[in-house]
Every structure is written in C-alpha cells, then in structure tokens.
C-alpha cells in the first residue's frame, strides 16, 4: 500500500513561483512513475507532469518551459517546481502514482494542494 501526500499550494501573484511536494510512503519501489495532476472550478482533471523512477519526464504542453518535475527517490519526494505562474494555473494539484509518464492513474486521490494564482 502506498500513500501519497501533496503540500506546498499557496497564494501567489501572476509571474510568481511555487514549488509543489508529494512525499510518498509504503511500498514506493512498486511505484513505476509519479505525475502531478490539477483541476480547476467545472474543468476535467489534466495531467500537468510525470516522472518514473529513472527520471524520465512528460508535460502538457501548457506548462513546458515553465514547470519542472524532478524527485529525490532517497527521500521517497517528488517535487513540482512551478515557475511564471498564471491565473490559468489556478487549480487544485493532485500527485499519484501513475502507470506511465502519460498517465493512468494507479492509486486513489488524495485531498490535494489549492494553488490560486491572482493579483
């Protein structure tokens, strides 16, 4: 059984940084990728990043350039560093543990992380 925590949302002006944490424990080595996931108010839930053990990564194509995934795997972290916000980042940030860097949710939603991004 593995369990994923995220934390780190906040409020942060247009243009500002955040960086998101998901701190898994359990059985991580049964873990073949971690993604970040958000939604927003009346939206669908996206994939925003993914990352499997070796480091291979994936973004959606609206946080390219902006967003970083990265983890510590002796800390059983991965991080999301988020970077030239905008207000259409404003959402609710999930993390799971994920069949492939192009999703496939394995495990069950946490409560996630708010982060608003607004002037």
């Known amino acids: 059984q593995v369990q994923l925590v995220e934390s780190g949302g906040g409020l942060v002006q247009p243009g500002g940084s955040l960086r998101l944490s998901c701190a898994a424990s359990?059985?991580?080595?049964?873990?073949?990728?971690v993604g970040w996931y958000r939604q927003a108010p009346g939206e669908q839930r996206e994939l925003v990043a993914a990352?499997?053990?070796?480091?291979?990564?994936n973004y959606a194509d609206s946080v390219k350039g902006r967003f970083t995934i990265s983890r510590d795997n002796a800390k059983n972290t991965v991080y999301l560093q988020m970077n030239s916000l905008k207000p259409e980042d404003t959402a609710v940030y999930f993390c799971?543990?994920?069949?492939?860097?192009?999703?496939?949710?394995?495990?069950?939603w946490g409560q996630g992380t708010q982060v608003t991004v607004s002037s």
């Open positions: 799971n543990a994920v069949a492939t860097v192009y999703g496939m949710p394995l495990g069950s």
């Open positions: 359990g059985s991580t080595f049964s873990i073949p990728a």
């Open positions: 990352i499997t053990r070796g480091g291979h990564t």
